[in-house]
Nanobody
Framework: QVQLVESGGGLVQAGGSLKLSCAAS????????MGWYRQTPGNQREVVAT???????NYSNSVKGRFTISRDNAKNTVYLQMNSLKPEDTAVYYC????????????????WGQGTQVTVSS
């Protein structure tokens, strides 16, 4: 099993910054991909940013130029630096990892964090 622990959410004024962290632990052989998603009430969860083991990075258009995703492979941790926050960034943010958990198969599995609330006031 793999556990994800998220931290860093909170309340911030528009134009402010927050940094989210998500640490993965457990039966991890390798991490293929790490990413951040967000969800607001009544809406589907949407991708915010993803980063692969090859350091390929993708952002949603709504956060390009404001958010930065990074990862620390030694700590199995992914970060999301969020700058110039807007009220429409308010959501529950979830991290997701795609990991390989055994050495005798190339199968990978995805795990989700518990979510952290980000609220941006106008």
């Amino acid at each position: 099993q793999v556990q994800l622990v998220e931290s860093g959410g909170g309340l911030v004024q528009a134009g402010g910054s927050l940094k989210l962290s998500c640490a993965a632990s457990g039966s991890i052989v390798s991490i293929n991909s790490m990413g951040w998603y967000r969800q607001t009430p009544g809406n589907q969860r949407e991708v915010v940013a993803t980063i692969t083991s090859g350091v390929s990075i993708n952002y949603s258009n709504s956060v390009k130029g404001r958010f930065t995703i990074s990862r620390d492979n030694a700590k199995n941790t992914v970060y999301l630096q969020m700058n110039s926050l807007k009220p429409e960034d308010t959501a529950v943010y979830y991290c997701k990892v795609i990991v390989r958990t055994t050495t005798w198969t190339a199968a990978t599995y995805q795990y989700w964090g518990q979510g952290t609330q980000v609220t941006v006031s106008s």
